[in-house]
Structures are given as C-alpha cells and as structure tokens.
C-alpha cells in the first residue's frame, strides 16, 4: 500500500507511556500458516487415502488427513457428507455396524489401528468419545467417571481420580456436592461436560467428538468451547460440528467435507480442503469451501 | 449485478443460491462506495478547477460536495458495522467488508483533501496565474482524477487487475508531482514565497489523492484474490 508517511514509524522510540513495558510478541498474534508451521506438531493420527462403504455403499473416498497433537481439528461439511463416518473410523466405531469396510490408512502413533492385532476396545481406551446426545449412565456421577478406569484396573486412589477427573472437564465446583446424586439431575450441559469427563478418566489422548454441543443451548455450548480449549493442553481433538462458527472458534485446523454424485445418484462423501482454520474462513483455496461457509450453496 | 458470489456455475448444477438478502446488503455497501468514490472524483476535479483557474466561487461548492461524501461515510460505515455484527461474514465475505472500511477511509480523506485545495486557493484570494505552473497543475488535476476514478471503477466491477497495475499507473502522478515541485520552486522568486508554499501544498494534496486511489484499487485486488497485489514493494505494511 501506498503510505501516507514519508518515514516509517520508529516504534523503539516515542512509545506511548505505559506501553513499553509490554512487550507483545508480534509473531505470535499473526496464525501461523504455511509449510514452516505444519512442523508444529507431530502427527498422532494419519489417515491416508482413506476409503469407506457400507455393503456396495461407497460412503467416503480418499480421504487423507493428518490429526496433529494437542490441535482441535473440525470436520464440516453438509449432511451425508461423511464427516461422521470418518470420525469413526478413527476409533473403530464402525467395526459395530455389520456391512462396513474401511480401506486406506489409519495410523494412531504409528500403529495400524485396523490390523488384525488390534483390540477395538483398547482403541477406545485412547481414543476416547463423546456423543451429540448427552449419554451418561443410569448412575451417580461419582460412578460415572469412576466406572470406566474400575473396569481397566485402576488401583490408585478412585477420590482423587474422580474429583481431578471433574476438576479437568470444569465440572467440579458444580456437583462436588452432589457427586452420589444421579447423572441425570444434572442439565444438559452439565451432563455433557459429565460425558467429556468419563471419557478422559481412562486418561486417553484423543477425544472424538460428534456435534458434542448441538444439544445444548448457547452459553452451555460456550462453555463446552471453552473446555475444549483447556482440554488441547492435554489430548487432541477431533469435532465434527455442523456449527461453522463453533469450528472457527474453537478449532486450529478444519476439514471441509462434500457430496460427490456418482452414477446412478449415489452419493459419496469427499474432502475437499484441510487447511489452517484461520485460511479456511479468511481465504480458502477451493470455490466450493467458498461458497459452503459463506452459506452461497450447500 | 456485480456480486461477490456469481451464481451462474450453481445454477449450472441445479443449486438454488440461498442468501439473497446478504448479498444485496453487501451490494447496497458496494454501490454506496461507488456513490461516495465518485463524488469524492467530483469534487477532485472542481477543487481542480478552483486551483487552476482561480475560481473562487466555487469554494463553496467544494466544501458542500465534501458535506455529502462525509454523510455517505457515516452511514456506509454503521452499515458495515452492522452486518459485521449481525452476519458473522468469513472468507470473501469478510475480505470485502473489512476492505469496505478502509475504502471508506480512504475515500474521506481524499475528500477532505480536496476540500484543503480549495481553502489553500481561497486563502491566497487565488495563485498567481503562470502558464508553466498551471499547465503542469492541469495535468496533475487530470493525472490524480484518472487513478481515482479508476479505484472507483475497480470497486463497481469488483476488478482485481485494476489494484494489480495502480503503483505502475501512481508512477505518472509522482513524475508530475515532481516536476510540479520543481517548477514552482524555479518561478518561486516571480510568484513569492507564500504562494510557492501554497501551491506546492496543492500538489502534494492531489498526489496524495491519487495515493488514495491506489490504496482502494489494491483494496479490491484484495477482496477478490485474498492478497495485496505489492506484498513485496516498499510501501506494503509490514
């Protein structure tokens, strides 16, 4: 651009008072974008040319997506766009439906999370999951995070594990005094920070979730936004939100999922742009990314 | 209609285009810059008119036009505020309001400019009218108008390549200017101190004009290509 000044601005000197002492880290408020910053963090799950049908169904087709440690990573896309389908896949949740077949890679810490040698359930140990329905168990709170670390052997102190558990899913100051009072007199976004809560008491280090705050009414979405903040210090997260905005508030990256129509109509899901979050909803590549978060089309 | 979102490809598909009301609010901002650059070009070349010819009864005429370029700023720019507020734009969307914003900067100081010429003539009671001084201040006149009007043209036509080719078209004014400053300079003994002063200021002014011009043009390269056509010139922010 054209400057008005004939020198440029000196900011060593002639700092307003007070300003000085600041000292605001420039580089860091621009979002890092570009080659240089997808070294940030090592690759957790690696998916690769990922394909999936049920029956002769070919639900999603060469899907390949790097999730990257202690990122948020959204997926969007229109209904039927197979954003779900690949979010389980990422912990074997569609081993559970008869008729489908997952093809490509599926790498977790460099493990073939669909080798024969797998156990499903261990996958779930680590991969940990929270649904758009709030699903607590028929239980007290207390035995709701207690319940999944008993069956995996937990032997130290089950107090401390749940008060820490709860005190992590900020849930704590909320029921510690009700903790043997059943899960469902919580409300809704209550019970889901619950649900966060038993999921990360197996202290896995993925958490899958699937529209975990589409239920739930503003604020308590909010303050399941702001968990998910606090959380990427210590687990990596995959959403799948149908909530654009929730996906540029709260996650680093976002994958932008479409319907392609084949022939005779049938309609497979497809990853049209993984970028930076910040790139997708300032300047994304593709027209199609465009026109669906601009809400054009779609 | 120029539109951010052409809908013909969809249509080509059988998509419907579902956000009509938010593209005509977006056309409503973009017309209105329209409306605003070409009064501030208007102005420019009436403010010109003072300066060249000593029109001293159209001063007022010129501190009028700038009443209405002010208006149009103040409400253009609630109206962005608003839909920035309300509609939560992102991608080009958001590319265009943010540039909308600093459109209206840039178009309001241009304006203000114009303004100044005509007060700096007025304050004189006219220049001293010397053939070479006036021809060059002519073409100035005419130079800074074009690059104006040009910005106002790529704003109606949402045209990047406009932005893309302002420095190179900025060189011709800053050629003028120079030779403007050059030549007052040399007759400064002829037309005195205080009128050198002056005149000179009114050349720096309409080669600010044009400056604001190139910095809309750019604007809407921005707009329609996510980038600023000179990210590696001199004068880009850092």
Same mark, same amino acid.
């Given at each position: ?59 999603? #087709? ?70 758009? #329905? ?43 005094? #009700? ?52 959380? #990427? ?66 | ?238």
């Amino acid at each position: 651009m054209v400057n008005d000044m004939d020198d440029t601005v000196n900011t060593s000197v002639g700092l307003a008072p007070g300003t000085a002492d600041l000292d605001i880290d420039l580089d860091a408020m621009i979002a890092p974008t570009g080659d240089e910053a997808d070294d940030a963090n090592p690759v957790l799950i690696d998916v690769e040319d990922l394909n999936v049908y049920y029956g002769d169904f070919h639900a999603v #087709k060469d899907v390949t997506l790097p999730v990257r440690q202690n990122e948020i990573t959204a997926l969007i896309g229109p209904s039927g766009c197979g954003k779900s389908t690949v979010l389980r896949c990422f912990n074997r949740m569609n081993d559970l439906i008869e008729t489908a077949r997952v093809e490509g890679k599926v790498e977790y810490h460099g493990i073939d999370l669909y080798s024969k040698k797998v156990d499903p359930v261990e996958v779930r140990r680590h991969i940990g999951m929270v649904f758009q #329905k709030p699903n607590p168990f028929p239980k007290s709170i207390y035995d709701n995070i207690s319940f999944g670390p008993k069956i995996a052997g937990y032997k130290d102190n089950m107090d401390d594990l749940v008060e820490e558990t709860l005190h992590r899913a900020a849930l704590w100051e909320e029921v510690k005094d #009700k903790l043997n009072e059943s899960a469902y007199a919580l409300s809704g976004g209550q019970q889901q920070r619950l649900c966060i809560a038993r999921a990360i008491a197996t202290s896995p280090d993925v958490l899958l979730m699937d529209e975990p705050a589409s239920a739930l009414d503003p604020i308590a979405t909010l303050r399941i936004e702001e968990l998910m903040y606090e959380l #990427k210090e210590d687990y990596s997260i995959v959403i799948v939100t149908h909530n654009m905005q929730q996906a540029a508030r709260v996650s680093d990256r976002t994958a932008f999922f479409s319907i392609e129509l084949g022939e005779g109509g049938q309609r497979t899901g497809r990853l049209v742009e993984f970028d930076h979050t910040t790139t997708i909803f300032t300047n994304p590549h593709e027209q199609e990314t465009e026109d669906y978060i601009t809400g054009r089309f779609g | 209609m120029t539109t951010l979102h052409p809908d013909h490809a969809h249509e080509q598909q059988g998509e419907i285009e579902i956000r009509h009301h938010f593209d005509d609010e977006l056309d409503e901002i973009r017309r209105g810059l329209v409306q605003m650059g070409s009064l501030v070009v208007e102005n420019t070349l009436r403010a010109g008119e003072v300066a060249v010819e000593n029109r001293l009864d159209l001063v007022d005429a010129v501190r009028a036009g700038d009443q209405s370029v002010n208006a149009l700023y103040r409400i253009l720019e609630q109206r962005t505020f608003e839909i920035l507020a309300l509609q939560q734009p992102v991608a080009s969307d958001l590319r265009f309001l943010i540039a909308a914003t600093r459109i209206l900067y840039e178009a309001e100081r241009s304006g203000d400019l114009a303004v100044n010429i005509a007060n700096r003539v007025a304050a004189q009671n006219g220049f001293p009218q010397l053939a070479e001084i006036r021809n060059l201040l002519a073409r100035l006149v005419t130079e800074s108008t074009r690059i104006f009007t040009s910005a106002v043209e790529a704003i109606a036509n949402l045209d990047p390549e406009i932005g893309i080719n302002a420095e190179a078209a900025d060189d011709v004014v800053d050629d003028i200017t120079e030779r403007f400053f050059g030549t007052v300079h040399a007759h400064s003994a002829e037309i005195g101190l205080e009128s050198a002063v002056e005149l000179s200021h009114v050349g720096r002014f309409l080669e600010r004009i044009a400056d604001h011009g190139v910095n809309i043009s750019q604007n809407i390269t921005y707009v329609m290509t996510g980038t600023f056509p000179d990210e590696d010139s001199d004068f880009a922010p850092e």
